[in-house]
């Protein structure tokens, strides 16, 4: 059995003078499948974006290429090599290992020659010790990779017995038995992405030299573990870890940026835990996005006065709050507090951003998460069938405020449970808490996606008599290995532990880890697709505790189409290139009802306008369909909305599925894989607005005769400290601005909650403004409050029942404000709905607002490009505008 000295060390932060790293990154390497291709390319790096920048493949995600180019990881292995210089100081250290920061994924590595070691998990780092007798001064490191495809079949096949399911979906074009491999899972395919399955190294690659007679000691994890109220006093625990035999250390810890240090004097052998006390006092509380500031302390840890290594973290108070509410009641809450501050969750689903990590920038990371933030999320899950993110992804959440809800990384699937697959996992979980549990953005862990609901439903058609040992083996992965080994290191009460999503929480716990409803509306968080129904009525949609994935596809925008195929024949709705990159099945169909149902479909003869119009109606429909799932969640938030007929309500989370792409194609995201925001995401940002407007019409699309019908106007306020504005709304036409009627009043909080502003019985205000029939009239409200302005429209009529009237919408100038920032006025002569704009491919940014309806003569709404625009003229910002009148037109 190979060697594997430290890989559970996480990095081996060393101080640099005791130890010389030596770089193994870099273009020399090579690779080669000993059949068709040989390449010289660049570490981080994989097969696929090695051969692209040798020009020996097209670009994976052009036209078919993601069939066609599977050869690559499903006919054979690989081997990676690069040459390598010692100098002869570095050959005489005492010690010397090789370090890989993540490495994809079953490998042997040899070192001229001599086996180094065995790699089996693309989730663990892993560092080898390296004989002296193995190196000398020139040297040669093989990497031979095993392709994944065929090493899950072979674990299949050794395994002896049937994990269900055995290959994805026939309409995702994937390959098969993920779940016997310790890879990215959606990398084998799933419902919204592509199957690469890529083979290389897409991390840091290193080796280190010691001198063994110094003592080295590694800093493994911080955890800021809990919060003695009664003291108010901060447990912080340290762990930290050495090679060296047992030795007296001389220990310093200081927290930055405040007067608190602890210095101690303690026996060290090998592995050494200390809880460190700091007063509340002195440090200043990390909140979510929202809800306050997040400083963040470096906290330094030295041995004799050589700094060892710190980490960054921020105080905060996690609790997941699940109580019964008493008497008369069904089910228990479910929802985040921190620092002792309910919070509504409002976030969305995170998916890995390409098929290729190392693609992935962190200027990319930067961006989708400052929309995450600019969008007034507070939440994000990084979902179970994805990757762990790199550290720079958790720092920036820290920064930013975007809590996360953090899966581990298995999903839609039953798993082996024999003890090398298990020893497996618990080595996984292990390093992967160590690595992340310094951030105060991870609130919670949870075991897996969506596996108890498989189990408990039966998904796979298990045979009756193994269900009990499906459920055996689901409580031996999840509790016996996952939980546990969680509470290993994460000890303490500031990060709360689910063993799945969906779950009944602790209900779940209480029927043994297997609720007979996993989906149970009453407990725990849900997840809920209803494509069957109208989506844009909110009343189709459950009234839960909280919803952690719901949602509706769109399609990307034409420019993103264009890196896809440049053949504008493969540019039609539902046809054979259309529906190979929409890997759900259906789900074009279902857009389509959805469209019909709601919105004027196109009259244009042009193929190509016509599908560019159907982007745009796409984008309408999953922008209204996620404003009609929030206003439901965020009316029904408050535990005073619980029905006591139903026991529903108290919904205090939303996170829809899901905020970014992985590819280009038809999926769920609210930003596209180039980053555009979908209309969406620009709905996203309004709805999570934290004080919010909503008008209701009960019931949905009433008719204007219903005596029974009632239109209410309510305002959510989600500022601690309370806020007051005036609410205005006015009825009217689409062929005048001058509104029909207006009507308003003041509103006031105190603190946090939902006020009931004005309700009015809809027939007598429909005859007051003399509307014959829904659709000739619609209103339209604003919120003022602390020189601030929103606005709510609510539709008493299905759009394409409205007759639109020709608004001469036009841009009345475009003035830049910097570098990255433009005003852009717009004029109408009559109510605009849907107004969308966009600029050309070669300029990324977002406009805010975008997808609006205008009701006033003049709209000035800024663009903020993510890069300085440095020649502004009309054509290197050449706004392009649309309203849902011009897809009436031919």
Not at 552 to 559: A, G, V, W, Y
Request: charged share 15%.
């Amino acid at each position: 059995m190979f060697q594997r000295l430290f890989y559970l060390l996480l990095v081996l932060f060393v101080s640099r003078s005791i130890s010389t790293r030596i770089p193994l990154v870099g273009d020399d390497w090579t690779i080669t499948n000993k059949i068709n291709h040989t390449a010289l390319g660049r570490i981080p790096g994989s097969i696929h974006t090695i051969l692209i920048a040798a020009n020996q493949i097209p670009d994976p995600y052009m036209g078919y290429n993601d069939v066609d180019l599977r050869y690559l990881v499903n006919t054979g292995d690989w081997t990676f090599t690069k040459n390598f210089t010692l100098t002869s100081d570095i050959l005489a250290s005492n010690q010397i290992a090789i370090h890989f920061d993540q490495i994809d994924t079953v490998s042997n590595i040899t070192i001229n020659g001599c086996p180094i070691g065995r790699t089996h998990s693309m989730f663990i780092a892993y560092t080898f010790n390296v004989t002296s007798g193995c190196l000398k001064t020139e040297n040669q490191i093989d990497i031979d990779f095993e392709s994944p495809v065929l090493y899950a079949k072979r674990q299949s096949i050794a395994y002896n017995d049937t994990v269900p399911p055995n290959c994805t979906p026939d309409v995702q074009h994937g390959e098969c038995l993920v779940q016997f491999i310790r890879k990215e899972p959606c990398s084998f395919s799933w419902d919204w992405g592509p199957a690469f399955a890529p083979i290389g190294i897409p991390g840091d690659l290193y080796l280190e030299a010691f001198n063994t007679t110094e003592i080295i000691i590694q800093l493994e994890s911080v955890n800021l573990a809990s919060f003695n109220a009664a003291n108010k006093t901060w447990q912080v625990d340290v762990m930290l870890s050495s090679n060296n035999d047992q030795f007296t250390s001389d220990l310093k810890f200081i927290l930055e940026n405040t007067t608190w240090s602890y210095e101690t004097s303690i026996a060290f052998n090998h592995n050494l835990s200390i809880s460190l006390t700091i007063s509340d006092s002195l440090v200043k509380r990390w909140w979510p996005n929202g809800y306050g500031s997040q400083p963040l302390y470096n906290l330094v840890v030295s041995n004799q006065g050589k700094v060892i290594d710190s980490r960054s973290i921020g105080f905060r108070t996690v609790q997941l709050i699940q109580h019964e509410y008493g008497t008369g009641i069904n089910g228990s809450s479910f929802y985040f507090s921190i620092n002792s501050q309910p919070i509504f969750v409002k976030g969305s689903n995170w998916i890995p951003s390409d098929a290729f990590q190392e693609r992935v920038s962190n200027d990319k990371l930067e961006r989708l998460l400052r929309s995450a933030q600019l969008a007034n999320m507070n939440m994000l899950r990084i979902w179970g069938g994805g990757i762990y993110e790199r550290n720079s992804f958790y720092e920036i959440t820290d920064r930013l405020g975007i809590m996360l809800w953090h899966d581990f990384m298995f999903a839609c699937s039953l798993y082996p449970v024999d003890k090398p697959f298990l020893n497996n996992v618990h080595d996984e979980i292990i390093y992967q808490v160590k690595r992340l549990q310094s951030h105060p953005s991870i609130v919670l862990w949870s075991g897996n996606n969506e596996n108890e609901a498989a189990v408990a439903e039966n998904w796979y058609q298990v045979p009756e008599e193994k269900m009990n040992k499906t459920k055996e083996d689901y409580v031996e992965l999840y509790v016996n290995t996952i939980m546990n080994a969680v509470k290993e290191v994460d000890k303490g009460t500031n990060r709360p532990f689910v063993t799945s999503s969906p779950s009944n929480g602790l209900e779940s716990i209480a029927e043994h880890y297997i609720a007979a409803d996993p989906q149970d509306p009453l407990y725990g968080d849900v997840h809920f697709y209803g494509y069957q129904n109208d989506s844009w009525n909110s009343t189709t949609y459950p009234i839960t505790r909280f919803l952690s994935e719901t949602g509706i596809q769109s399609l990307p925008s034409l420019d993103t189409w264009y890196e896809t195929t440049s053949n504008s024949s493969d540019l039609v709705f539902n046809n054979s290139f259309i529906l190979h990159r929409e890997h759900s099945g259906n789900q074009l169909t279902a857009m389509m009802y959805h469209i019909e149902s709601n919105l004027p479909l196109p009259v244009t003869n042009d193929s190509l306008l016509y599908f560019t119009q159907m982007i745009y109606l796409s984008q309408i429909n999953q922008a209204m369909t996620l404003k009609s799932i929030s206003d439901h969640c965020r009316i029904h938030s408050s535990v005073d909305m619980i029905d006591p007929k139903t026991s529903k309500g108290h919904t205090m989370g939303l996170m829809y599925w899901q905020i970014n792409d992985i590819w280009q194609a038809p999926t769920w995201a609210t930003i596209e894989y180039g980053l555009k925001w979908k209309m969406g995401h620009n709905y996203v940002r309004h709805m999570y607005a934290p004080v919010y407007p909503i008008a209701i019409l009960k019931p949905y699309l009433a008719n204007v005769t219903d005596e029974n019908a009632e239109i209410s106007f309510s305002i959510i306020n989600e500022l601690v400290n309370g806020t007051r504005g005036d609410l205005v709304c006015s009825i009217y036409s689409l062929d005048s601005l001058t509104p029909r009627l207006t009507f308003g009043g003041d509103v006031s909080f105190a603190t946090t909650g939902i006020q009931n502003a004005f309700t009015y019985p809809y027939a007598l205000l429909m005859k007051r403004v003399r509307c014959n029939d829904s659709s000739e009239c619609i209103v339209h409200c604003s919120f003022n409050y602390q020189q601030n302005q929103i606005g709510q429209t609510l539709f008493l009529s299905r759009p394409k029942n409205y007759k639109l009237s020709n608004p001469n919408l036009q841009i009345e100038s475009i003035k830049q404000l910097s570098s990255t920032d433009f005003a852009i006025t717009l004029t109408v002569e009559r109510p605009a709905l849907f107004v969308w704009l966009d600029v050309p491919v070669n300029v990324t940014g977002y406009f805010l607002p975008n997808g609006f309806n205008m009701f006033e003569p003049k709209m000035t709404v800024t663009f903020h490009s993510w890069e300085p625009v440095t020649h502004f003229d009309k054509a290197t910002l050449d706004v392009q505008h649309t309203s849902l009148y011009d897809v009436t037109l031919l």
